[in-house]
């Protein structure tokens, strides 16, 4: 016996140990005595719908809110017949290995004391906790269960919260108690449409602690009812709701009611809602409200907004991660090293600190990583710390409310962390990051919420970090320009990326793989180079990295001129089988200058004509502009006077 079971006597266990010896329970036992086939366990469930559907939303907000802590959630029978379980990846591993799965007996006949059995053997609520369990198997669990009932009093299942034994807490008994309670009313509530008017009060305040849309309509598509997360997710009054039309503004409706009249279903399927001219995406799930003569009155509509931040950021955003570890080139010992290590935190929840000079690949990495990752089919969103306005990054992270500030959207604008929710958020240049907005990053990291500027209520985000910088942070620290604790909460898993100095003999190979590639882009033939210039490359310390290489490789194909590397000796012999340049530049500024010149020269100062004959996008020839001091033309081609910009913004 536990010493909590010591402290605090619980008779339940003592009458529970003795029915195991009395049915002969192994003590070194570890899977249940009794687990439904296939087709068994389909028919059981089609008999318990009634049950499953009543208790989802209860166990799915009650799992939300222990999302994290190493708990699954076990809804049964009244036998102890697994209909349902739902918790965090790493334990429901091992409870599978035990083959805790539906259709197993958890009753205390199959598997000995544990919290569903001996709490439907009770007829109470109980707790199970570590060698209070009569099998050795299940000591490493805490088990808190609890009965559920019909209108009648008859036991018809139970639910049950498990997580590792040394995290055993009375609360986590209340808490099923509690959801019990509420699946018990909503059973209640289904089964009989008049008892929903005695309990409209108790309904409401039940639904509205639910963080998901509820909608309750009629076979019409009227709407009955609606909770206060819904009304803010469409953003109506609660008189603008009641009695509209559903179809409205919910394009499936049609499908939606032939699926609940024919007693299919609609589960889990991502909606596009037409909302004041704003298109919206939600998952919705529907569950039919069925009468006293077992046959449908309305439907239930419950509208989750996990979703369409999802949907959001991958599909409409295009926030999805490219790179694989595969696709990094380089087999230098650095290099590969930086990928092994990378490979095997991939998987870790901890966050990564990426370091290393401008150019070496960060992005990449970040990329790979969560290509490796259980994240995979996740969100992958980049904010580039050094890139956004001091003034804008706290709304750019942790979105906004509705009416924040002049000029904010209706509705309020979901923030990085939001979009990023369920996926990865790759923070780079965070080194650039203000003071201030470091401590509210600090806040998320430490409690697994955001809340938009201009709001009081926290939303719950599961996020993997991923940060880079090509500052020496530490330094950083010792200068006052980055808090010491986001260091080491950023810093849990360090990787740092060679400079390509380090790695000179991964140059011929990277030389290949751009060339290739920008040749493809720019729809022309590879340049061919002799031996000796390649030999310069190698020897070349490339301070800009893979990024000076990929620019330079890019010049190289567009110009079809050698570009000359600084401090690094020409020859004539490195032009074999390309064009003498008219007067030879002394750098590889030198020679861009004088390409997007000639450029010029050649389009007579038509500033689109001469970025499609570069290859390059018309603002990234503004910025060269800008930086070469290229005067630029006013330019007339056709009806459209081409101005040039006031300042091309970096």
Same mark, same amino acid.
């Given at each position: 016996m536990?010493?909590? *079971?010591r402290?605090?006597?619980k008779?339940?266990?003592?009458?529970g140990?003795?029915?195991?010896?009395?049915?002969g329970?192994?003590?070194?036992?570890v899977?249940?005595?009794?687990?439904l086939?296939e087709?068994e366990?389909r028919e059981?469930?089609?008999?318990k719908?009634?049950?499953?559907?009543?208790a989802?939303?209860?166990?799915?907000?009650?799992?939300?809110?222990?999302?994290g802590?190493?708990?699954f959630?076990?809804l049964?029978?009244?036998?102890?017949?697994?209909?349902?379980?739902?918790?965090?990846?790493?334990?429901l591993?091992?409870?599978?290995a035990m083959?805790?799965? /539906?259709?197993?007996?958890?009753d205390?006949r199959? +598997?000995?004391t544990?919290?569903?059995?001996?709490?439907?053997?009770?007829?109470?609520?109980?707790?199970v906790?570590g060698?209070?369990?009569?099998i050795? *198997?299940?000591?490493?669990?805490?088990?808190?269960?609890?009965?559920?009932?019909?209108a009648?009093?008859?036991?018809?299942?139970?639910?049950?919260?498990?997580?590792?034994?040394?995290?055993?807490?009375?609360?986590?008994? &209340?808490?099923?108690?509690?959801?019990v309670?509420?699946?018990?009313?909503?059973?209640?509530? $289904?089964?009989?449409n008049e008892?929903?008017?005695?309990?409209?009060?108790?309904?409401?305040?039940? +639904?509205?602690?639910?963080?998901?849309?509820?909608v309750s309509?009629?076979?019409?598509?009227?709407?009955?009812?609606?909770?206060?997360?819904?009304?803010?997710?469409? $953003?109506?009054?609660n008189q603008?709701?009641i009695?509209?039309?559903?179809?409205?503004?919910?394009?499936?409706?049609?499908?939606?009611?032939?699926a609940c009249?024919?007693g299919?279903?609609?589960q889990?399927?991502?909606?596009?809602?037409?909302?004041r001219?704003?298109?919206?995406?939600?998952?919705?799930?529907?569950?039919?409200i069925?009468g006293?003569?077992?046959?449908?009155t309305?439907?239930?509509l419950? =509208?989750?907004?996990?979703?369409?931040?999802?949907k959001?950021?991958?599909?409409?955003? &295009?926030?999805?991660?490219l790179?694989?570890?595969?696709?990094?080139?380089?087999?230098?010992?650095?290099?590969?090293?930086?990928?092994?290590f990378a490979?095997?935190?991939?998987?870790?929840?901890s966050?990564?600190?990426?370091?290393?000079?401008?150019?070496?690949?960060?992005?990449?990495?970040a990329? *790979? +990583?969560?290509?490796?990752?259980?994240?995979?089919e996740?969100? =992958?969103?980049?904010?580039?710390? $050094?890139?956004?306005p001091?003034?804008?990054?706290e709304?750019?992270?942790?979105?906004?409310a509705?009416?924040?500030?002049? &000029?904010?959207?209706?509705?309020?604008?979901a923030?990085?962390?939001?979009?990023?929710?369920g996926? !990865?958020? =790759?923070l780079?240049?965070?080194?650039?990051?203000?003071?201030?907005m470091?401590?509210?990053?600090?806040?998320?990291?430490?409690?697994? !919420?955001?809340?938009?500027?201009g709001?009081?209520?926290?939303?719950?985000?599961?996020?993997?970090?991923?940060?880079?910088?090509?500052?020496d942070?530490?330094a950083?620290?010792?200068?006052?320009?980055?808090?010491m604790?986001?260091?080491?909460?950023?810093?849990?898993?360090?990787?740092f990326?060679?400079?390509?100095?380090?790695?000179?003999?991964?140059?011929?190979?990277l =030389?290949?793989?751009?060339?290739?590639?920008?040749?493809k882009k720019?729809?022309k033939?590879?340049?061919?180079?002799?031996?000796?210039?390649?030999?310069q490359?190698?020897?070349?310390?490339?301070?800009?990295?893979?990024?000076e290489?990929?620019?330079?490789?890019?010049?190289?194909?567009?110009?079809?001129?050698?570009?000359?590397?600084?401090?690094?000796?020409?020859s004539?012999?490195?032009?074999?089988?390309?064009?003498?340049p008219k007067?030879?530049?002394?750098?590889?500024?030198?020679?861009?200058?004088?390409v997007?010149?000639?450029?010029?020269?050649?389009?007579?100062?038509?500033?689109?004509?001469?970025?499609?004959?570069?290859?390059?996008?018309?603002?990234?020839l503004?910025?060269?502009?800008?930086?070469?001091?290229?005067?630029?033309?006013i330019v007339?081609h056709?009806?459209?006077?081409?101005q /040039?910009?006031?300042k091309?913004v970096?």
């Amino acid at each position: 016996m536990s010493a909590q *079971a010591r402290a605090f006597p619980k008779d339940y266990i003592e009458r529970g140990f003795e029915r195991c010896r009395e049915f002969g329970i192994d003590p070194s036992q570890v899977h249940s005595l009794r687990i439904l086939g296939e087709e068994e366990l389909r028919e059981r469930l089609a008999r318990k719908r009634e049950l499953i559907v009543a208790a989802e939303p209860f166990i799915s907000h009650l799992y939300d809110f222990l999302k994290g802590s190493d708990f699954f959630a076990i809804l049964t029978d009244e036998e102890g017949c697994i209909l349902s379980l739902i918790g965090d990846e790493g334990i429901l591993r091992e409870a599978f290995a035990m083959r805790m799965v /539906p259709g197993a007996f958890m009753d205390e006949r199959s +598997i000995g004391t544990n919290a569903m059995g001996t709490a439907l053997a009770e007829g109470m609520p109980v707790q199970v906790s570590g060698d209070e369990h009569f099998i050795r *198997a299940y000591h490493r669990w805490t088990c808190s269960g609890a009965p559920i009932r019909d209108a009648e009093g008859r036991i018809i299942g139970s639910l049950d919260l498990t997580g590792n034994s040394e995290n055993v807490h009375q609360h986590t008994l &209340g808490m099923v108690v509690a959801a019990v309670n509420a699946i018990e009313k909503t059973l209640v509530l $289904g089964c009989k449409n008049e008892a929903l008017k005695s309990t409209k009060r108790f309904v409401e305040t039940l +639904i509205d602690s639910i963080q998901a849309g509820i909608v309750s309509v009629n076979l019409e598509g009227e709407i009955l009812s609606v909770n206060s997360w819904a009304l803010g997710m469409f $953003g109506f009054g609660n008189q603008e709701m009641i009695g509209r039309r559903v179809g409205a503004f919910l394009q499936n409706w049609g499908e939606i009611r032939m699926a609940c009249v024919s007693g299919g279903d609609f589960q889990n399927k991502d909606v596009l809602v037409d909302v004041r001219a704003n298109k919206l995406y939600f998952n919705l799930t529907c569950y039919p409200i069925i009468g006293e003569n077992a046959e449908p009155t309305g439907v239930i509509l419950v =509208f989750k907004d996990v979703r369409k931040v999802r949907k959001h950021a991958n599909e409409i955003l &295009g926030r999805r991660a490219l790179y694989t570890f595969d696709k990094i080139i380089g087999g230098s010992r650095p290099i590969v090293e930086a990928i092994e290590f990378a490979k095997k935190v991939a998987d870790c929840r901890s966050t990564i600190l990426i370091s290393g000079e401008s150019g070496t690949g960060k992005e990449i990495f970040a990329q *790979a +990583i969560q290509n490796a990752s259980s994240r995979c089919e996740e969100a =992958f969103v980049v904010l580039n710390c $050094g890139a956004i306005p001091r003034t804008l990054i706290e709304s750019e992270l942790f979105g906004y409310a509705d009416g924040a500030f002049t &000029g904010a959207k209706r509705g309020g604008q979901a923030g990085k962390f939001e979009i990023a929710d369920g996926g !990865t958020i =790759f923070l780079d240049e965070i080194g650039e990051m203000p003071l201030e907005m470091q401590t509210r990053l600090l806040r998320v990291i430490e409690e697994g !919420t955001v809340m938009r500027v201009g709001d009081s209520r926290d939303i719950p985000v599961d996020v993997r970090i991923i940060a880079a910088t090509n500052k020496d942070l530490k330094a950083e620290v010792a200068l006052g320009n980055f808090r010491m604790d986001l260091f080491y909460r950023l810093n849990v898993l360090p990787l740092f990326l060679p400079p390509l100095r380090e790695c000179k003999q991964d140059i011929p190979l990277l =030389f290949d793989y751009y060339m290739n590639k920008i040749s493809k882009k720019l729809n022309k033939k590879p340049v061919q180079v002799s031996a000796e210039y390649l030999e310069q490359l190698v020897a070349y310390e490339w301070p800009g990295n893979i990024r000076e290489l990929e620019n330079m490789i890019e010049l190289l194909i567009s110009s079809e001129r050698l570009p000359a590397l600084p401090g690094v000796r020409r020859s004539e012999s490195l032009l074999s089988g390309l064009p003498r340049p008219k007067a030879m530049a002394t750098s590889l500024e030198d020679s861009e200058r004088q390409v997007i010149s000639e450029a010029l020269t050649a389009c007579a100062g038509n500033i689109s004509l001469a970025a499609k004959r570069l290859g390059i996008g018309r603002n990234t020839l503004y910025r060269k502009l800008e930086r070469y001091g290229i005067e630029c033309p006013i330019v007339e081609h056709g009806s459209v006077v081409e101005q /040039p910009r006031e300042k091309a913004v970096s």
